[in-house]
């Protein structure tokens, strides 16, 4: 899957059914290529340049399901 691909999905976490936003920012394994982390940013963004709040990190091992629009994680916040 390419990067864009993944950055234009909606991560939904499946404990409060919220939107957290799309993928910013992905973090890789240098050895294997795998992908490690995501990044959705964090908080309300009124402007891309405003935001102050950091990305919400996602490891991998909590994405549950990577469908064609969306992709469900289980993390709590």
Same mark, same amino acid.
């Given at each position: 899957?390419?990067?864009?691909?993944? $950055?234009? $999905?909606?991560?939904? =976490? &499946? !404990? =409060?059914?919220? $939107? /957290?936003?799309?993928? @910013?920012?992905?973090?890789?394994?240098?050895?294997? *290529? @795998? &992908?490690? $982390? +995501?990044?959705?940013?964090? *908080? !309300?963004?009124? /402007?891309?340049?405003?935001?102050?709040?950091? =990305?919400?990190?996602?490891?991998?091992?909590?994405?549950?399901?990577? *469908?064609?629009? &969306? +992709?469900?994680?289980?993390?709590?916040?």
């Amino acid at each position: 899957m390419l990067y864009s691909e993944f $950055k234009s $999905k909606d991560v939904i =976490n &499946i !404990n =409060n059914c919220k $939107k /957290l936003g799309r993928v @910013c920012d992905l973090e890789f394994d240098p050895c294997s *290529g @795998c &992908i490690c $982390k +995501i990044m959705v940013p964090g *908080g !309300n963004r009124l /402007l891309g340049f405003l935001n102050c709040d950091p =990305n919400i990190v996602i490891p991998f091992k909590d994405i549950r399901q990577i *469908g064609p629009d &969306i +992709i469900l994680v289980d993390i709590h916040c």
